[in-house]
């Protein structure tokens, strides 16, 4: 065998492929190697590997993906420093959830006063394991040491990982678009897989316990685009990989059924409850926009008629309204024309679940 070949399996590289081989055979899709602008030192960062599974659920894609870090140490154990953790602390935050969507309805539920701890609690009843669940230990220290030796070397190994995934957590959710067919939502997770052995000392009273482990938890508060913000980096052991990373699989069928009820028991009835037709009416409006531009031969002002979009559900009629515009003869365009009738009752049905009479007016009268 050359000594390229003994080379190149000191690397990281070896690993990486073998992780990427893993998550391929499970159906994940892998982007491998992306590079991404440091928004603070204005350099080239690299990713090792961004796998995710997108299924659409309803109207929604849902995304889980997974940011992964490959590290190889020949030398030295990853060696992690922990203490009891005190899950009443109120200066941290043991349930980050990372996540970004550009659905209305979900947004509006999880927005900055949505309970993180709901959602995790739910997961460990939906899959009966406490794998992402609360964190057994508060990390506050790390270190690589001497395996030989167990002489301290540095941090700089465990902090560039740790801060090279906040970083790719950053970029993906600040370049996230909204789609023109289908609204989208993601859940993100950050993942240290290190080939060398991953070692927790804990730390209680005087008293110093030394463990092996195959992955562990660990919560951060940094600084990213001058926002202070809590992290959680689930940290592997090579050796386990493929055993602790086949739990993601659950958790993408977890984020399916969760996402997925959470946007339908949202829009359920929507339709007569005034304060989210006013949350949905925007989305609806989008997607008849281009019909709406058509059907009037490019006459209407969009940007005005988005001002003024109303839509309405008129309990003694049985009918909803949907105001456009004054103009007598637009209205009389849309309310006769098969195919934006056909369009608009398909998007009424997808965005309010509403399949009953509508009709397009010139009273802007909100009642």
Sequence with gaps: ?????????????????????????????????????????????????????????????????????????????????SRDLNEGDPNSNWWPLHMWTDDSALK???????????????????????????PTSDVFAFQEMNKSTGNPQNDKAIFSSITGLMKALSYEMAVRKTKEEYNSIYQFNLISIVDSDLIQLHMKDDDITEQKVEHLQLISQYIINREEKFFKVRFIDAGFAEKQLNKYNLLHE???????????????????????????????????????????????????????FLVI???????????????????GILNTSKIVKEKVKDELEKVFRYSGDFHFSTNNFPF
């Design 108 to 134: 509006t539920q999880f927005d900055s006063t949505f309970d993180t701890k709901t959602y995790y609690d739910s997961l460990q009843e939906h899959i009966n394991s406490d794998f992402f669940g609360l």
């Design 254 to 308: 977890y984020n399916c059924s969760y996402f997925g009820d959470k946007k339908s028991n949202f829009v359920k009835d929507s339709i007569t409850d005034i304060q989210k037709v006013d949350i949905l009416k925007y989305d609806f409006y989008d997607r008849i926009r281009g019909l709406l531009e058509r059907a009037s031969l490019f006459s209407l002002d969009l940007d005005e008629v988005k001002k003024k």
């Design 313 to 331: 559900h008129e309990s003694s009629e049985k009918s909803v309204r949907i105001f456009v515009t004054k103009d007598e003869s637009i209205c």
């Design 1 to 81: 065998m050359s000594n390229y070949v003994e080379g190149i399996k000191k690397t990281g590289f070896i690993l990486e492929h073998q992780i990427v081989t893993s998550l391929q055979n499970e159906g994940w899709a892998i982007i491998n190697n992306k590079y991404y602008e440091d928004d603070l030192h204005h350099t080239i960062r690299e990713i090792d590997i961004v796998a995710y599974k997108a299924d659409l659920v309803d109207d929604v894609y849902v995304y889980t993906t997974l940011i992964i870090s490959c590290k190889k140490s020949e030398k030295n154990a990853w060696v992690m420093l």
